[in-house]
């Protein structure tokens, strides 16, 4: 039977308190802090991160990636993450969406698919980045981040029955060419789409497994917001547990296994649901605890003001650009550009980056073997050039491009932009270690090009 082996969460390194907001909005605080996403993260950059957490990546057959905030409406975020993983170019990849369970519709996918018998190895990705629009509730209901699952063949979390429910309702929705997510009445949804839908659901797989309530260790129930949740765990006498509102938010369809993230250290049966135009619900029996990064991705943090929090968003300022980059040496470059592969010269030995035709050191002429670079490095020199903005944008007065040459361990060395900076105030220095991070390098004539660049070590 399909089980989880392996779980890997990414929480973005920023911060902004809800109270924050509400001070610059005037709407009530509804307390805490939520996560925020850098202005180069969206839904694939976090993927790849949280996927990058899997120990045996290199296992995965087929990759399943779930989200409601792709940037693309003609292009498949599970391939574009398969690349920047280093995958096969044979592994089959699909994306699940439009619904904030499709999670666990791509979890009951690859749960199927191994079951089969036709995959060995099945990687599902959750993320979310949802747009929302100033000054409203969800501004401080929804958090950013992404959730791996590596489903295999008698994984230590035993994923057994499922059982979903379907029911289409107002609620939350967003329409082609909507910039923001829209919305019917919260109340609404919750009392006749979220209660019902989950009420259903989880009746009947336990109805139709026959397990008693009683031998259910913990119960792990994703919901549109946090009165809607500890409501229904009070209407039905359940004590749930921790829902992470208060120090990431709801984080659309990665939320149920932000949720389970923290469950998997204790054996025990879960009773896992989700909730979006109906509910799914999964049994779920821990055999061999599961360690996961959750709590580190929690505590390293930085936080942000509302005025950032907006420009990272887009709210406010504009981005231009004087150069106009080529998409097609972009993908022809793809080798070293995404998977991020340099050389290693036959003759003496030296790695360099990028692939080129000939050695940087010796000069010998296509003599080299391709070599995947080291996750980090320390910085060699660098710049903080106020003369042009992160991205290779125009400058905007505010936020300085920081740059580093990068000596990769194990060899290669590169010149890469420095990312996670607060308007570059962080302390930089020549020596400094740091770790490569998947990011969106800017966008610029309709085309999204993404690329690696180095953080300090979170």
Known sequence: MAGISECSVYIPLWRIKRDEIAKSVGLQSLGGERSVAFWDEDVITMGVEASRGIRRIEEVSALVFATTSSPFRVKQCASLTATALDLPSDVFTVDVTDSFRAGTSALSIACNMVDSGKFDSVLVVTSEKIPVK??????????????????????????????????????????????????????????????????????????????????????????????????????????????????????GTAHPFLMLADRLGSEGKILLGSYGDGSDAFLIDVKDKIKTNLKKMIESKKEIDYGEFLHVRGKVGEKSYPDKPSPVKYWRDEKSILRFYGMKCRKCGVVSYPISRCCVECGAKDDYEEVKLSERGEIYTYTIDNLISPGNYDADGIHPHVVAVVDFEGGGRAFMEVTDLYRAKEKIEIGMGVERTFRLLNEKNGFRYYYWKVRLPR
Do not use: C
């Not at 590596?150 to 910039?179: C, S």
């Not at 949804?189 to 026959?210: D, K, P, T, V």
């Open 134 to 251: 100033p000054a409203t509730i969800y501004e401080q209901i929804l958090g950013d981040g992404a959730v791996a699952l590596l489903v295999e063949r008698d994984g230590k979390a035993e994923v057994g029955l499922f059982k979903t429910h379907t029911k289409t309702q107002p609620g939350a929705w967003m329409r082609v060419g909507d910039e923001s997510l829209n919305d019917f009445d919260m109340r609404v949804s919750a009392r006749y789409g979220f209660a019902q839908s989950i009420q259903s659901s989880i009746m009947g797989l336990i109805s139709e497994s026959g397990i008693n309530p009683a031998e259910i260790s913990d119960v792990v129930i994703s919901a549109p917001d946090p009165r809607s949740y500890y409501g229904v765990l009070k209407s039905a006498g359940i004590k749930g547990g921790e829902l992470f509102f208060d120090s990431v938010g709801i984080v």
